[in-house]
């Protein structure tokens, strides 16, 4: 995928990753069922924000990471038929390794 899109400052777009459609038991849940979901994998980094000395200060997230987020943070946006969603690095919780 490429991503026609360069996030600013500490924002990061990331492509959520969906939950399975069944349970461990073995029931099938409807679209209207699932929650949200809150991981993702990371597909642009923004550069960085700047301090209040004028310095940037590096994103500790990176182009290829999964990440957790929160629940209703950031912004949802469709690009060439993709859903993406544009976070600021303090949305992100944890990152999956």
């Not at 994103?59 to 993709?82: A, H, L, N, R």
């Amino acid at each position: 995928m490429a991503v026609k899109l360069q996030p600013l400052a500490d924002r990061i777009v990331v492509k959520a990753i969906e939950r399975e459609d069944m349970t461990k038991t073995g029931i099938y849940l409807p679209d209207t069922a699932k929650e949200k979901p809150q991981e993702g994998k990371v597909v642009e980094v923004g550069p960085g924000r700047l301090s209040d000395e004028g310095k940037r200060i590096a994103m500790d997230i990176k182009k290829g990471d999964i990440v957790i987020y929160s629940k209703y943070g950031g912004t949802e946006i469709k690009i060439d038929d993709e859903e993406l969603i544009i976070l600021r690095e303090s949305d992100i919780l944890a990152v999956k390794g």
